[in-house]
């Protein structure tokens, strides 16, 4: 168990002695009764509006707007501290990878991806400073003047993880954002907390005083009032875009915020009649099934063509029961308890409300539960009315229609209030180019025979409608956390040569 009685403000690591919150693992372990019940886990902190003032009072004293030490030391300087953090961390793998399975129940294969995915996409940025490098940046010439473009820091930037990626994602937007020399209000996802209690310490002796705050408690208690102030730059927001907007509302001047912002998603895949069947199966049960479903990028409902309809079914409902259950830490393990206590109840809800709609389960296990495990259910036929065909289950249900004319999956993607990615599945060159356009102007990445991903991570990764805003990637990330800025000088004699 850890039980963390700490919260990292202004280079310091202040003892809390206030409310605590239990954290619950999805591991459930069999009691004398035969009932299940979540391991507790550790503890944290549930910090109130007092200490998340504190925290922004530091971001803004270490900013000073903008003459503070960070947001004015060489980018050289930058890294070398960036580099001491990277090796601060190395130093926590194994228990952060321990965390990351017994908070949120993802496989030791990924959670240690996660970890080794993260460290990758710092060095990979700090490479991308180089390329930037403000501080001798180009010059451009025109009408008389020599201007000196830089790359200059917004502010104070509050990043917010969501739970499937704690650790990556919440650091692929706090460690551009913070070597591009803004200083960082940091509040962990709900589920995924503890396993940065091993990481403050690293932060606390890589960093100037209050570059890095944290900021526990309840998100509706402290995060409101943050934004309230006015004084967030910049909100880096990966999770829900109901939470998403209710915050940005707070700031009172909300055409001042940038907002940086990986949000909800529908995903298809469409498989036409042209299509590897085989391929298909195989990306769609990476796609929707990785991390139980649990991710934006993942796969959420699937278009198959009447003709092909039943070999597709067939394939994917036997790749799907082959998959290994599981506990994370057990050996080739694909499909592991899920952290959201109320999600087993919500998939079953959406799962009889399609079988009510005239919907099947196909595949033999679908949907089978067992405390916070939920075996994977292939639904089909989805109609319009039930509610697999636009909510977000974010879960272990596949939702399987089937089209006959390919301006159905367009009419769908049009209708939706969501635009990250499509998988286009096809072995006809002519088809696949004449889905291209329709497709790319749509959603923000078309991927052609494989699986919706957001990876590799120096690949531009945003969404249309409300499933983002700004672009993340290693060298995006840095324009987004930063803005440019010249100085202009007026050639004269002297500086003519
Ligand atoms: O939840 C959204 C993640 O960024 C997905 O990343 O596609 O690499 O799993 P991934």
């Known amino acids: 168990e850890v039980h963390q009685r700490e919260y990292l403000v202004n280079g310091e690591m202040r003892r809390w002695d206030g409310e605590v919150s239990e954290v619950y693992s999805p591991v459930m372990i069999p009691q004398a009764d035969g009932s299940l019940k979540r391991k507790l886990i550790g503890t944290y902190p549930v910090c109130g509006e007092y200490e998340a003032m504190e925290a922004m009072e530091a971001a803004l004293a270490a900013y000073d707007n903008g003459r503070g030490e960070w947001p004015t030391m060489s980018i050289a300087d930058r890294i070398k501290c960036m580099d001491k953090f990277v090796y601060k961390m190395i130093e926590q793998r194994t228990l952060t990878i321990k965390l990351l399975m017994w908070e949120i129940g993802k496989s030791y294969a990924d959670s240690a991806k996660e970890f080794d995915r993260t460290v990758e996409y710092i060095n990979a940025t700090i490479d991308g400073l180089k390329d930037i490098d403000r501080h001798s940046s180009r010059f451009e010439m025109a009408e008389g003047l020599i201007a000196q473009i830089r790359r200059s820091p917004l502010g104070v930037v509050l990043c917010m993880g969501p739970f499937n990626y704690p650790l990556n994602e919440t650091f692929t937007t706090l460690i551009p954002a913070l070597i591009m020399g803004n200083t960082i209000l940091f509040k962990p996802p709900k589920h995924g907390t503890l396993l940065h209690y091993p990481l403050l310490e690293a932060f606390k002796d890589s960093f100037p005083k209050g570059v890095v705050n944290t900021v526990y408690g309840r998100g509706a208690v402290v995060t409101p009032g943050l934004m309230a102030t006015g004084k967030i730059n910049v909100l880096a927001f990966i999770g829900s875009s109901k939470v998403a907007n209710d915050l940005k509302k707070r700031h009172p001047k909300v055409n001042r915020l940038r907002a940086v912002l990986s949000l909800d998603a529908k995903n298809a895949a469409i498989i036409t009649k042209n299509a590897d069947l085989k391929l298909a199966v195989s990306e769609c049960i990476l796609g929707s099934l990785s991390f139980n479903g649990q991710r934006c990028t993942a796969i959420k409902i699937i278009f198959v063509h009447k003709s092909v309809a039943d070999e597709f079914l067939k394939l994917f409902s036997d790749a799907v029961e082959a998959l290994k259950p599981g506990l994370?830490?057990?050996?080739?393990?694909?499909?592991?308890?899920?952290?959201?206590?109320?999600?087993?109840?919500?998939?079953?809800?959406?799962?009889?409300?399609?079988?009510?709609?005239?919907?099947?389960?196909?595949?033999?296990?679908?949907?089978?539960?067992?405390?916070?495990?939920?075996?994977?259910?292939?639904?089909?036929?989805?109609?319009?009315?039930?509610?697999?065909?636009?909510?977000?289950?974010?879960?272990?249900?596949?939702?399987?229609?089937?089209?006959?004319?390919?301006?159905?999956?367009?009419?769908?993607?049009?209708?939706?209030?969501?635009?990250?990615?499509?998988?286009?599945?096809?072995?006809?060159?002519?088809?696949?180019?004449?889905?291209?356009?329709?497709?790319?102007?749509?959603?923000?990445?078309?991927?052609?025979?494989?699986?919706?991903?957001?990876?590799?991570?120096?690949?531009?990764?945003?969404?249309?409608?409300?499933?983002?805003?700004?672009?993340?990637?290693?060298?995006?990330?840095?324009?987004?956390?930063?803005?440019?800025?010249?100085?202009a000088t007026k050639l004269n004699d002297a500086n003519k040569q």
């Open 328 to 487: 994370p830490w057990t050996d080739g393990v694909k499909l592991t308890p899920l952290p959201e206590p109320h999600k087993p109840d919500y998939l079953k809800e959406c799962i009889d409300d399609a079988i009510t709609n005239g919907a099947k389960v196909i595949n033999e296990h679908g949907g089978v539960t067992a405390g916070s495990f939920v075996f994977p259910a292939v639904v089909y036929p989805v109609i319009e009315k039930m509610k697999l065909y636009r909510e977000e289950q974010f879960g272990p249900i596949i939702p399987v229609i089937p089209f006959e004319d390919i301006e159905e999956p367009i009419a769908y993607q049009i209708d939706s209030p969501h635009g990250m990615q499509v998988s286009i599945f096809s072995n006809d060159a002519k088809e696949i180019s004449a889905l291209i356009d329709p497709f790319v102007n749509l959603v923000s990445r078309v991927n052609i025979n494989s699986q919706c991903q957001r990876g590799p991570d120096v690949f531009p990764f945003t969404g249309r409608k409300d499933s983002a805003e700004g672009t993340l990637s290693v060298h995006d990330a840095l324009r987004s956390f930063s803005i440019r800025s010249l100085v």
